[in-house]
């Protein structure tokens, strides 16, 4: 791992937490747009080397949703940037972590991702991040689009 990329919270209202972000990091969102596959709106703050990433939910079913009808807002996952994801999630495997999704798919922030389950984690959700660097990577996997508003 090479250092935390972001830590995602989920919220309610985007706008509102946006203003809160803005006040308390003394910056504004650098980057907002939407994960058609995850059902999730993110907006990013640069706090340093990481990110802040602020997630609402766009569809009922998206796993944010879920989350807050489950635990209210807060801290929703910690992301780590890898340099190589597959092996990153071939090594993980190995180790015994359960990997959510089987192939890494397009993130946000122009990345690709994957996901570790909580339970495997000592209870927290991690993604891993890797970079796209080119156009090859970004092939759309499956149907995640990046849209931005
Ligand atoms: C990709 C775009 C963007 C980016 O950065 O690029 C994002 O970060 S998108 C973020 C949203 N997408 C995801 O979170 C995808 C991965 N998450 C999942 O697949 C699910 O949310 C999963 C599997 C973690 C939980 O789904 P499930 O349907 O099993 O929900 P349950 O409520 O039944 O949870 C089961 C069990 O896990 C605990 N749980 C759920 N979510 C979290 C969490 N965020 N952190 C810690 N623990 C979590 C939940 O409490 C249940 O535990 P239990 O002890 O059984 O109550
Ligand atoms: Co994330």
Request: proline share 3%; hydrophobic share 40%.
């Amino acid at each position: 791992m090479k250092k935390i990329e972001h830590i995602g919270i989920a919220v309610k209202d985007l706008a509102a937490a946006n203003e809160i972000y803005a006040k308390l990091l003394q910056t504004e969102s650098y980057k907002t747009g939407k994960v058609k596959s995850e059902g999730v709106e993110t907006s990013f703050f640069k706090v340093g080397e990481s990110k802040i990433e602020l997630l609402a939910a766009t569809s009922g079913d998206s796993p944010i949703a879920k989350f807050l009808e489950k635990r209210g807002e807060g801290v929703h996952h910690i992301a780590y940037e890898v340099d190589d994801i597959k092996a990153e999630m071939k090594r993980l495997k190995e180790e015994g972590f359960e990997l959510i999704s089987k192939r890494p798919k397009k993130g946000a922030d122009n990345k690709l991702v994957a996901f570790l389950h909580p339970k495997s984690a000592a209870g927290v959700l991690v993604e891993l991040c890797e970079e796209i660097r080119d156009e090859e990577q970004s092939l759309p996997i499956g149907d995640e689009v990046w849209e931005d508003l």
